[in-house]
């Protein structure tokens, strides 16, 4: 089993470009999740899929648009880069089929963003 | 919502010796406090997690301890090892998990 997937591994966008960031899972698990993480704060979630179809804001969803595929597939879109989103970012994905938060999530290996 | 803060920021320790890192949480409704640790390019990958039912948890040189009434947790590693060397991030949940800003600890051999 690979587990959580992402791609690409790095990136780098001019202020006002778009870009997919692509994940994918083979654990069969309901949900997924995008972060991101920045030097000194830690991990913030972006947003959650608790099923295919449907997804909810996280902490910091403001210029970010997401799509569950399907039951493996969740991209994150950044539709007008800005500096400010030059990040790390991590998917995970998990057994959990609704709130709380309180089973083992998996986080693929990131996506280095830099927007300049 | 809630507020997660990790202590200390950075920790170097002897081959041998424990560790400690400490967290505070705000949300008094947390009932799922985890560990993960991150190793340098990769994921976080959870190491041990509690629940607000149980006072501490160990397994092998891993523990946590809770204090549900001062809402703070902490993560203990005993006889330490250089590959216990990374990052290790604490985490409280009630609904989604908000993350400590995370420990680099380094172990010199």
């Known amino acids: 089993n690979a587990g959580v997937t992402q791609t690409p591994k790095f990136q780098v966008l001019k202020t006002g470009q778009s870009m997919t960031l692509q994940c994918a899972q083979d654990?069969?698990?309901?949900?997924m999740y995008w972060y991101r993480q920045d030097p000194g704060m830690g991990l913030r979630l972006i947003y959650y899929?608790?099923?295919?179809?449907?997804?909810d804001k996280g902490e910091v969803p403001n210029g970010y648009n997401v799509s569950r595929l399907n039951k493996r597939e969740f991209s994150l879109r950044l539709e007008s880069a800005a500096p400010s989103q030059t990040s790390v970012y991590f998917c995970?994905?998990?057994?959990?089929?609704?709130?709380?938060?309180?089973?083992?999530?998996?986080f693929g290996p990131g996506t280095r963003l830099t927007v300049t | 919502g809630e507020n997660v803060e990790q202590h200390p920021s950075t920790l170097s320790v002897q081959e041998g010796d424990s560790a400690v890192i400490k967290c505070t949480y705000s949300?008094?409704?947390?009932?799922?406090f985890p560990w993960y640790k991150q190793e340098l390019g990769k994921g976080p990958q959870l190491i041990i997690d509690?629940?607000?039912?149980?006072g501490e948890k160990k397994d092998q040189r891993i523990a946590v301890t809770l204090n549900k009434t001062a809402k703070h947790f902490s993560l203990h590693i005993t006889e330490t090892q250089p590959e216990d060397s990374a990052v290790y991030f604490c985490?409280?949940?009630?609904?989604?998990?908000?993350f400590g800003s995370g420990t680099r600890l380094q172990v010199q051999p």
């Open positions: 654990m069969n698990h309901n949900s």
């Open positions: 899929s608790a099923s295919e179809g449907t997804t």
């Open positions: 995970a994905s998990s057994e959990q089929t609704s709130w709380p938060s309180n089973y083992e999530q998996y």
């Open positions: 949300d008094s409704a947390s009932n799922y």
């Open positions: 509690i629940r607000s039912n149980v």
């Open positions: 985490a409280a949940s009630r609904r989604a998990l908000t």
